[in-house]
Each structure stands twice: as C-alpha cells, then as structure tokens.
RNA sequence: GGGGAGGUUCCCGAGUGGUCAAAGGGGGCAGACUGUAAAUCUGUUGGCUAUGCCUUCGAAGGUUCAAAUCCUUCUCUCCCCA
C-alpha cells in the first residue's frame, strides 16, 4: 500500500501546522494537486538551511503532486519582514534574474522539472505591471490593518521600527497565492513557520475573491534547528551554499558528517530519500557507531546535491583522512583547495609561517605562528613546531607539498614552474 | 520640526585624559580527552621586516607632551513629543 504524500510528510517530521488538515488528505486522496513554495534569489545558490520546503516538495512531487516553485523576484524587491528583526537589503532587477536561473538548477536536483511535472514561475511577472491604483482597489481592500498589526510577526517588528515598503509585503504574497490559484489551479501554498501568516492571508484573499467554497490550503514545516542551537546550515565561514564553487563537495559531506548525534535521525528524514525503515534502524544506533549513520546521511545527502560521483569521492577522501593512522594520501586531490608556488620559491625555501599565510589555511602571518606553536601545523603530515622552519625542495612529494592545520584541514601547495 | 539616549575590536558589552591593542562573556582557532560527536579542561584570538613599530574605539577636524576618553561639525540608530 502506497503512502500518500501527505502521509510521507507527516512520518518524516515535516508538517508544523496545516489550516485543514482532513480536507487536505481527502483533497490530495483524490486529485493531483497544484501547489507551491515561494524561494527567494536573493543570493545566486541556495544554502541548505533553504532546503527543507523543497524535500517536501520531492515527496508530494513522488506521490503524484504537481509543485510550482515561485522565484519572488517581485517581492524580494520588497524584503519580508516575518521573522526577521531588520530590514532586508534591496536588489535590483539584474540581479534577482541572475539569481533566479542559477536557482532553477539548484532546485533541479530535488525537484524534477520535466515537461509538466512542475513549474518554475517568476512573481515579477505578475507584480511588476500592477497598477497601483488598480491593486489597491482590488486587493487591498480586503486587508485589515488591524488584523495585520495582531500578527505576531509585525509586533515585533512594531518595536523596532517597519516601513511602509515592507508593510506590503503580506498583500503581495497574498496576491501571488491568488494569481497561481486563478492560473494555474494552485490550491496549497507551504513555507516555513515563520510563513504562516503570509499564507493564511494568501488563503483569505482567494477566498474573499473567488468565494468561500474556493478550495486553498496552507502548510508549514518547522523550523529546523540544530541541537547544539546553532542555526541549520550556517558555519562560522557562512553558509552551506549548494553551489560546489562555493562550498565544496568535501566539505559539504563534512558539515553533514559532523552534525550532532541528536540531530541525525531528524536530518536523515528531513535530507535525505532513504526510506523509513532503513531511517529507524541508522537512528538505533548508538555510541560510536551512530558514526554509520552519520557518514550515510553525508553520503546521501551529497549524492543528492553534488551527485554519485561526487559522494563517492567525498566519501573516500574522509576515510583516507580520519582512519587507519590519517593522512590525505588516498584523499581524492581535486578535494583539497590549493594554491600554486612557483618552483623557484620552493628550491629558496618559504618560511613555516609564510607558506601557511598564503594558503587560507591561516589568515595572517600572526595566526600561521600561533598555530605553529600550538602544534597544529603539519607539513606532509609532520608536525612542525618551529616557527622558524623553512619548507624547501625537499618537502615536495608529487609536485606538492601537503599542509594540514588542527586535525581537519588540508590545503595543498601546488609547485608551479 | 523639538527633546533625550547612543554608535568600542568577529558579536555582546566594560572602559570616560596617560598603566589601552582596550576588562568580561560569546564565538573562532589550537591542544588534551574522544566517536571526524557532545560535554569538559588548557592555551590563544588586530597587523608587522617584532623586546620595537603600525593600524583600530561611527566620520572629519581641533585642544593636549599624551585622546576610545575633552571640544566642534557631520553622520547613523533608538526613544519621547509634534
């Protein structure tokens, strides 16, 4: 027996709050249904702290559902100010474009965009022409600005101080709800919690347009947290950007590795397609081999994003690294960052501290000797620890020269002629 | 428009003429311990051609032997009044 999509969501955590949740089982039960998830380009990849509307979409999308992801190209024009306690930085045009192709591609790994599978729609399309006037007229008027101001997303930002800019943010999205509804059949908008009063309103409008027996629902996921309590995808470099120019395979799979024990049973519902049964029995682990569970959800979770290759070499590269004694040997080259040195500098020998500065690995000088003193510098896996040395000819292996720094970074110098 | 309070190093937050590269906390980095975890403990945390030098306390000027600290102007934020 089939799961429903609906049910899938609900096992694996990703249901918060629904507005009718009986109705949307019956309604889901027998029809393939229009629904959709706003993103916002305001960067050029997506992180993975973005990524938990969209797995839920590949659910539903595998239960027969059709998505539409709305690029709000219109609306970050705007910033929304649910959730967050300033003010959102304005882009322009040019850039929310940009933004929003590298996207579609992003969002093509989780999400299949063949031929009338899903969509991907730009709200600019529908937000740019509006006429003031005319949007006041037929849309506006069916806000309140009381109901508005009793949302517990504008109180707070009641005390800091809200611009009237972002006071519209609520109508637009709204509007974006009602013109998918009336073009496209969408009937169900989902977001994170912090979206749900965006959402109800979105519902309200179509109702008071289209009439109260208009269907439309809303659902939202929680928020995902992790449980030292930091923020879901964010590292101190920033964040967990899908885009391998930006953060690299290996360190993905890393990020994913390392997660906290109490966090892996949660991720590997929310991040990854493995199937229940095989979740609850990686969760059941415990002690040191909840590490099993750790390195599927990585590998998994890098599969999806980078792809089987990718995952494979990842996956390699950290056995090499962290088993049997260390060392990147067997770690998969192209993983590394590098730098490159000219063979001549090499042969006059680079001081410890130098080599360390320019690799990334240490962002001054003054930070390279403290970590020489501190014994976290290894050159081809020997400690260092005087800040005097000099790295010569003699340290190339292979046309390199391998330097860690603490037990988990690597950097490769790469001698050039 | 009027009045008030503020802007300090990655963040929060002390500091109100020299002893300040600036307390404390957080975070980061490194070390120990470990399971590439968490917790804990230790060290470290502006830069450098390094027992000294340079740049930093919203911005620009000024006073002084000496300013994050005093004065002037500007700027931004928050609060109260209109």
Known sequence: MAKTGLEVL??????????????LQKLMDNERVTFYVGVDPTGKSLHIGHMVPF?????????????????????????DPSGKSDMRKMLTIEQIRENAASLKDQLGKIIDFGEGKALMVNNYDWLGPLNYLEFLRDIGIHFSVNRMLSF?????????????IEFNYQLLQSYD????????????????????????????????????????????????????GKKMGKTEKGAVFLDPEMFSPYEFFQYWRNVADADVGKFLKFFTFLEMDEIAELES?????????????????????????????????????????????????????????????????????????????????GEA???????????????????????????????????KAGKKRYFRVVVGS
């Open 10 to 23: 609900k096992e694996r955590g990703f249901i918060s709050q629904c507005t009718d949740m009986d109705a």
């Open 55 to 79: 797995f839920a979409m590949h659910h539903l999308q595998k239960a027969g559902h059709r998505p539409i992801a709305v690029v709000g190209g219109g609306t970050s024009m705007i910033g």
């Open 152 to 164: 517990e997303s504008y109180k707070q930002r009641l005390e800091k101080g809200l611009n009237f």
């Open 177 to 228: 709800f009602l013109k998918l509804h009336q073009d496209h059949g969408c009937k169900m908008q989902m977001g994170g919690d912090d979206q749900w009063g965006n959402i109800v309103a979105g519902m309200e409008l179509i109702r008071r347009v289209e009439g109260a027996e208009a269907e439309a629902y809303g659902l939202t996921f929680p928020l995902v947290t992790r449980a030292d």
């Open 285 to 365: 682990l415990e002690g040191s081999e909840i590490n099993k569970a750790k390195e599927r959800l990585a590998y998994e979770q890098t599969k999806i994003i980078h792809g089987k290759e990718e995952a494979d070499k990842a996956l390699e590269a950290a056995k090499a690294a962290f088993t049997s004694g260390g060392g990147a040997g067997a770690m998969d080259r192209d993983a590394i960052p590098s730098v490159d040195v000219p063979v001549t500098e090499i042969e006059a020998g680079i001081g410890i501290m130098d080599l360390f500065a320019r690799t990334g690995l240490c962002g001054s000088r």
């Open 369 to 403: 000797r403290r970590l020489v003193q501190q014994g976290g510098a290894r050159v081809n896996e020997v400690q260092i620890k005087d800040i005097n040395a000099v790295i010569g000819a003699d340290s190339v292996e292979d046309g390199e020269i391998l330097l």
